[in-house]
């Protein structure tokens, strides 16, 4: 059975840092692009960046929002992708979802999401 | 890289068929076949309905069909039921990155 699941969540301060973690299970983790994807309340779904498998060179891109701000790391020895949010802003307030695409290059399986507060 | 273009709401009837539609560019949707297309309840994470444009994962119904011509992507989901109740969010790979549409709501009357 596919399982993605979140952790980390929180409430921050303007210009603070979190970092989200993400542990898959399931499917082969080195031979999937591993994104974030977040929602802001009552909003549409936004994506954030991705981590590509290994074979694909283990780059990352990020939506323009967030370069410079926020970084992806991959470990393939847990199976686990992690969120670095650092200067956070109040328009990054979202849930966060963790996605994994097995098949495609867009997301298949998504975890239950991680609610991030950016609040004063 | 600007977000897709659906609308914002459709409604049928009970065993009606309705569809979808996902307007990009040719940088992203016009460019690859890797359009995606995700049901979301409220309160509960997306999931996915449909992957390179036209394939379903196993589970999902064969009521849900994906297309597309151009620049635009196309869902359509036959034999309306009421738990086909929720959002919808198309979504396509654009080179170095991933662009998702604004989302439509689906009533079924």
């Known amino acids: 059975e596919v399982q993605v699941v979140e952790s980390g969540g929180g409430l921050v301060k303007p210009g603070g840092s979190l970092r989200l973690s993400c542990v898959a299970s399931?499917?082969?983790?080195?031979?999937?692009?591993m994104s974030w994807v977040r929602q802001a309340p009552g909003k549409g779904l936004e994506w954030v960046g991705r981590?590509?498998?290994?074979?694909?060179?283990?780059?990352?891109d990020y939506a323009a929002p967030v370069k410079g701000r926020f970084t992806i790391f991959r470990d393939e020895s847990k199976n686990t992708m992690d969120l670095q949010m650092n200067s956070l802003k109040t328009e990054d307030t979202a849930v966060y979802y963790c996605?994994?695409?097995?098949?495609?290059?867009?997301?298949?399986?998504w975890g239950q999401g991680t609610l991030v507060t950016v609040s004063s | 890289q600007s977000a897709l273009t659906q609308p914002r709401s459709v409604s049928g009837s009970p065993g009606q068929s309705v569809t979808i539609s996902c307007t990009g560019t040719?940088?992203?949707?016009?460019?690859?076949?890797?359009v995606s297309w995700y049901q979301q309840h409220p309160g509960k994470a997306p999931k996915f309905m449909i992957f390179?444009?036209?394939k379903r994962p196993s589970g999902v119904p064969d009521r849900f069909s994906g297309s597309k011509s151009g620049n635009t992507a196309s869902l359509t989901i036959s034999g309306l039921q009421s738990e086909d109740e929720a959002d919808y969010y198309c979504?396509?790979?654009?080179?170095?990155?991933?662009?998702f549409g604004g989302g439509t709501k689906l009533t079924v009357l």
């Open positions: 040719s940088s992203d949707i016009g460019g690859y076949n890797f």
């Open positions: 390179d444009v036209s």
């Open positions: 996605t994994a695409s097995e098949v495609g290059a867009t997301p298949n399986y």
């Open positions: 981590v590509k498998s290994t074979g694909h060179g283990g780059t990352t």
């Open positions: 979504c396509s790979y654009a080179g170095s990155s991933v662009v």
């Open positions: 399931g499917f082969t983790f080195t031979n999937v692009w």
